[in-house]
C-alpha cells in the first residue's frame, strides 16, 4: 500500500512570496489533514477535510493561509504572502472513515528568509 | 481550550533501561488517545487507545490509557539505540473533529 506522498520536500523562499504545498493521501482514505510543525514542538493542526468538505479549519491563519480538496482526494495548501514565522514543516497525514489514526506524509520543510 | 502535556520533555537513558513517559491532556468530548514515534520527519504510529485500563502491547513498547486521571503512559523496555527518538502524545476531542498533539518527548538511548 502506498503512503501518503508530499512535495515538494524542501522550499526556501523570501518573506512575501507565495508557496503551495501538495499532499496525495492514501487510497481510500476519506479523511486529510495538513500540520505545520514548529522545530522543538509538537505538530499544530491546521485543517482538518472530510472528503473534500472542511471539519476544522478554527486554527489555520485565513488571512494568508488556504487549502482546498476539489475531488476529495489530492489537497493543496497555499501560503500567501509568507512570513518569516511560517518557517516549519508542513504534514500531510490521512486516515480513513471510522478510525482516529493518522498515517503522516515525509513533510515539506519551508524555510522563510 | 483543548491541551496536552507531555513529560518528561527530555530523557537520557543507557540501552537496556526501561522508560516511563507521560502524557496528560484536557480536551471536550475525548475520543481517543494515540502515541506516535517521531525519528526524522514523519510521525509514525504506535498505538491507539479508547478504553481505560486495557493495555496494549506491541514488542518491548506498552502504553495503558487512564481516563478517570486524564492520562497515559508509554512504557519501554530493554530499551536500544535505535528507540532513540521523540515520542508524540495525540488526543481526539470533539467527536474526532478536533486533534492536539502534545510537544513531545525526545529520548535518547546511549550504548
Known amino acids: 500500500e502506498a503512503g501518503v506522498a508530499q512535495s515538494p520536500r524542501y522550499k526556501i523562499i523570501e518573506k512575501r512570496q507565495s508557496v503551495a504545498f501538495w499532499c496525495n493521501p492514501i487510497?481510500?482514505?476519506?479523511?486529510l489533514y495538513w500540520y505545520q510543525q514548529i522545530l522543538g514542538q509538537g505538530p499544530k493542526l491546521l485543517i482538518q477535510?472530510?472528503?473534500?468538505?472542511?471539519?476544522?479549519d478554527s486554527q489555520l491563519p485565513k488571512d494568508r493561509f488556504s487549502a482546498e480538496r476539489l475531488k476529495g482526494v489530492d489537497s493543496t495548501l497555499k501560503i500567501q504572502p509568507a512570513k518569516l514565522e511560517d518557517s516549519a514543516v508542513y504534514l500531510c497525514?490521512?486516515?480513513?472513515?471510522?478510525?482516529?489514526?493518522?498515517?503522516f506524509g515525509p513533510g515539506t520543510r519551508l524555510t522563510v528568509l | 481550550e483543548d491541551k496536552v502535556v507531555q513529560s518528561p520533555l527530555s530523557l537520557v537513558v543507557h540501552e537496556g533501561d526501561t522508560v516511563t513517559l507521560n502524557c496528560s491532556y484536557e480536551?471536550?468530548?475525548?475520543?481517543?488517545l494515540l502515541w506516535y514515534k517521531q525519528e526524522k520527519k514523519a510521525p509514525t504510529f504506535l498505538f491507539m487507545l479508547?478504553?481505560?485500563?486495557i493495555e496494549k502491547k506491541s514488542g518491548r513498547l506498552s502504553s495503558i490509557l487512564d481516563k478517570k486521571e486524564l492520562s497515559s503512559i508509554l512504557n519501554i523496555t530493554a530499551t536500544q539505540t535505535g528507540d532513540s527518538a521523540i515520542y508524540l502524545c495525540?488526543?481526539?476531542?470533539?467527536?474526532?473533529?478536533?486533534?492536539?498533539f502534545g510537544p513531545g518527548t525526545r529520548l535518547s538511548v546511549l550504548p
Open positions: 487510497s481510500g482514505h476519506a479523511t
Open positions: 495525540a488526543v481526539a476531542g470533539n467527536y474526532g473533529q478536533n486533534f492536539v
Open positions: 477535510f472530510q472528503n473534500n468538505g472542511v471539519v476544522d
Open positions: 479508547t478504553s481505560s485500563g
Open positions: 497525514a490521512s486516515s480513513s472513515s471510522g478510525t482516529d489514526t493518522q498515517y
Open positions: 480536551v471536550t468530548n475525548f475520543r481517543s
